[in-house]
Nanobody, 125 residues
Framework: QVQLVESGGDLVQSGGSLRLSCATS????????LGWFRQAPGKEREGVSV????????YYADSVKGRFATSKDDTKRTVYLHMSDLTPEDTGDYYC??????????????????WGPGTQVIVSS
């Protein structure tokens, strides 16, 4: 069965960096797109970045462009979200999920499934 598990969340000071990991199993790795999403308290879940696991092309939300980067390790079936220059606005629970739709670049959460349990990121000012 499909499994995605996030890790790497932590408490970090503003301006700091973190690397989140999404370990995956149970699906054809190269045929899916994997998205990173976050949900702040009282807010809706939003897409942060997505990477197609076949060609490695990634897209980012405007709010994180230039600060976040997504990479993948095919051997480990793991996708990483490298976050830098963090601000308190980046605080939230971070999730990974997959999709096989062609409009994966839109990062609409409803187009994704097999959500992981999430990992918490807290950025203090």
């Amino acid at each position: 069965q499909v499994q995605l598990v996030e890790s790497g969340g932590d408490l970090v000071q503003s301006g700091g960096s973190l690397r989140l990991s999404c370990a995956t199993s149970g699906f054809e790795f190269n045929y899916a797109a994997l998205g990173w999403f976050r949900q702040a308290p009282g807010k809706e879940r939003e897409g942060v970045s997505v990477i197609h696991l076949g060609d490695g092309i990634a897209y980012y939300a405007d709010s994180v462009k230039g600060r976040f980067a997504t990479s993948k390790d095919d051997t480990k079936r793991t996708v990483y979200l490298h976050m830098s220059d963090l601000t308190p606005e980046d605080t939230g629970d971070y999730y990974c999920a997959i999709t096989y739709t062609t409009d994966y670049w839109t990062m609409f959460p409803e187009r994704y499934g097999n959500w992981g349990p999430g990992t918490q990121v807290i950025v203090s000012s």
